[in-house]
């Protein structure tokens, strides 16, 4: 892709698209968190309803956004954005390490930039600390749980504990109180952990997860945090921030 000549006033160092369902409230606050100067990021929406999720109509759920996701990538590439971070996470761990990988090189021809996985960016993340015991906290329905959990252990790592909220819509998500996610992860936590996933870009867990790294000793990767962080080094940026989690600290 060219750039624009001249760039963004605000985006001239990068300017990157994020995919999200229509229903999300908790992407763009988090990532824009996590922005640096000269790099803007731009959201595309995936419509959908917040219809009821359970066991029984939980594939009808990521079908649907899986059926927006081109629709909502084509919309953000009119902004001229350099790549695109798809913010889905169940989407990005479904059918294991061959699913994502053809999801991505999907994406990514269709949209003709590079594509990050919020997958691929736990996955980085938590290889850049060294770490392959985890524990993960998901909002997501046993189904879904199964994904992330079979796509983690293809990827190599040991899911020593996983906590599935099973959130009953997709707004339902983003009410998640900060309390819960701290104690849920406190729940998980044993000698055998050496790290904590948060999964769901729907789940304000940045904050909280930035602060239990605190507490807790060890390292604690949102989701939303991880892909932004994953698409600013894919670009050459090495920023570092405070207080956002030690990621952007010291990788």
Do not use: Y
Request: hydrophobic content about 45%.
């Amino acid at each position: 892709m060219t750039r624009d000549t001249p760039p963004d006033a605000l985006g001239a160092r990068q300017k990157i698209g994020v995919v999200v369902p229509s229903t999300n409230t908790i992407v763009q606050p988090e990532t824009d968190a996590v922005r640096v100067p000269g790099v803007t990021f731009h959201l595309g929406r995936i419509p959908i309803s917040n219809k009821k999720i359970s066991t029984d109509n939980f594939l009808d759920h990521v079908a649907a956004m899986r059926a927006g996701i081109e629709v909502a990538a084509d919309q953000v590439m009119t902004a001229g954005v350099d790549s695109l971070i798809m913010g889905v996470a169940l989407e990005a761990f479904w059918g294991g390490l061959d699913g994502s990988e053809d999801l991505k090189t999907k994406l990514s021809d269709h949209a003709g930039v590079p594509v990050i996985l919020g997958s691929d960016a736990v996955a980085s993340g938590l290889r850049a600390f060294g770490v392959s015991r985890i524990a993960v906290l998901t909002p997501h329905m046993p189904k879904g749980d199964e994904q992330v959990r079979n796509w983690l252990s293809e990827a190599g790592f040991d899911v020593v504990a996983l906590k599935g909220l099973e959130c009953p819509s997709p707004r339902a998500i983003a009410q998640v109180p900060e309390s819960r996610i701290r104690a849920e992860l406190q729940a998980m936590d044993s000698p055998d952990v050496e790290a904590f996933v948060q999964v769901g870009t729907n789940l304000a867990g940045a904050a909280v997860c930035a602060e239990a790294e605190r507490w807790m000793n060890k390292p604690a990767l949102a989701i939303n945090t991880v892909s932004a962080w994953a698409a600013l080094r894919a670009a050459g940026i090495q920023d570092k921030l405070s207080g956002r989690g030690r990621i952007f600290e010291e990788h």
